[in-house]
């Protein structure tokens, strides 16, 4: 258990960090952790998280009011908020624009079909949220739609967020989905991707249960067309009779 003024430290040392590793410009990006039932610590609004310190974060309760600190809270507090309600057991949220992971997010390409062991292991599916004007409840609804079941996902036409049981997981679960994306892009550039067979995933998952690892889902979201953990969101299947349904329902819509 880290006391206050270390878990500042930490929040300022990863804010330094994203900033070298340029996974923020300016004054992008913004970071915050539970305190405990009632409080937040969260980076200021309009500052560069390359260069705080500890008496520029803020704490606020968990409707986002402030309750310690000059400045004013993180304008994207809204969307960490959502995932404290969600997910009792993160305590870390990270959200910054790495740009491999924003190109795949700007392309509208979900990091979902299963392609590295350890990503599996780690990351889980990576999906993509729907659109949300930055700062807005819109924002946030998007993110609350998927967090329960994932640790990161790309936001569309803006970037990433990823969440832990403290801030440095959160943090190291940005450098992987960076790290991730820049493979993928790779693979892609390369000319062929070849996805993890739905067999080889489960044996996966079975690892993380053997370890006690406590997993976020591997399945792509039914929003993306699919349920399946490796053949990704193209790749539906069906029985004759459910085509056959499928093909009638559409025919009494039309024809009314
Ligand atoms: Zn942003």
Known sequence: ????????????????????????????????????????LTTPAGMCKGQLRAEDLVITDLEGKRVEGKNKPSSELLMHLVVYR???????????????CTGFAVAGIPLDPALMAEVV????????????????????????????????LLLSNHGAITVGKDLLSAYYKMETLEHYAQINLIARTLGRVQPISTENVEKLVALREKYGVEGPSVQCPVSHGGSCPAGGPETVTMTRSQLAGLIEDAVRTITG
Not at 32 to 40: E, G, K, Y
Not at 86 to 100: D, K, L, S, Y
Not at 124 to 152: F, H, M, N, Q, W
């Open 1 to 40: 258990m880290y006391s206050l003024i270390e878990t500042k430290e930490m929040m300022v040392e990863i804010g330094r960090k994203l900033y070298e590793k340029e996974y923020i410009v300016a004054s992008e990006g913004n970071l915050s952790t539970r305190l405990d039932q009632w409080r937040v």
């Open 121 to 152: 292991v780690t990351l889980g599916c990576v999906p993509l949220a729907e659109y949300g004007t930055p700062s807005t409840e819109e924002l946030a609804d998007a993110v609350g739609k998927y967090i329960r079941e994932y640790d990161a």
């Open 86 to 100: 969600e997910r009792p057991n993160v305590f870390g949220v990270v959200h910054a624009h790495p740009r491999t």
